[in-house]
């Protein structure tokens, strides 16, 4: 049973230019989260999302980021604009339902270094 | 909202002895409580977790207590080896999905 799988592993982009972050949740999951990590420090929680729905937003900033999870295909987490701030890593998390039942599983996330 | 300390930051423990990490976290809602180990250049790692209505779980080397009414729970992996050198990370949450975590332990464990 494959885990979340997240893609590019390693992304560089200009300031000004966009990012795209993929995550495919695990088989049956149908909840995804996403999660940011400076150098250093713990995971700070983006965004929740289920099959078309964006269920909590409350960790994402307003301007420049969103994200999506299509009826078909993977999550995908949306930077545009890039700044040297935006630089981090980004780990996707999958579930098969909500409650303490339901643990997060992290994929290896997406290392995005803006230049 | 949640807030979630942990101590130490760094831990060295030699092979073969006990190591703990502690945290603290602030809403009294937090009903859900996982450990996570995160090596190198990969995604954090479920080792395990507790939920409120428990105040101790064991996995083999692995144990997890919890202080509902002083609000701090803590990890303690006993008889280290070289393999458990990694960050762990604990976090806390009212439901599961929205995990506060703490900033993470830096483990090394001395051959």
């Known amino acids: 049973n494959a885990g979340v799988m997240q893609n590019p592993r390693h992304l560089v982009r200009r300031r000004g230019q966009e990012a795209r972050l993929r995550c495919s949740p695990m088989k049956g999951h149908s909840h995804v989260y996403w999660y940011r990590q400076l150098p250093e420090e713990g995971l700070k929680f983006m965004v929740y999302?289920?099959?078309?729905?964006?269920?909590?937003e409350s960790g994402m900033p307003k301007e420049r980021f969103s994200a999506e999870f299509p009826k078909e295909g993977p999550s995908i987490l949306r930077i545009q604009q890039v700044v040297r701030g935006d630089s981090a890593a980004y780990f996707c998390a999958s579930s098969p339902g909500q409650g303490v039942n339901s643990p997060l599983h992290f994929g290896n996330g997406t290392r995005l270094t803006v230049t | 909202g949640e807030n979630v300390e942990q101590h130490p930051s760094t831990l060295s423990v030699q092979e073969g002895d006990s190591a703990v990490i502690k945290c603290t976290y602030s809403d009294s809602a937090s009903n859900y409580f996982p450990w996570y180990k995160q090596e190198l250049g990969k995604g954090p790692q479920l080792i395990i977790d507790i939920r409120s209505n428990v105040g101790e779980k064991k996995d083999q080397r692995i144990a997890v207590t919890l202080n509902k009414t002083a609000k701090h729970f803590s990890l303690h992996i006993t008889e280290t080896q070289p393999e458990d050198s990694a960050v762990y990370f604990c976090?806390?949450?009212?439901?599961?999905?929205?995990?506060?975590f703490g900033q993470g332990t830096r483990l090394t464990i001395n051959p």
């Open positions: 976090a806390a949450s009212p439901g599961a999905q929205k995990l506060v």
């Open positions: 999302l289920q099959k078309e729905n964006i269920i909590d």
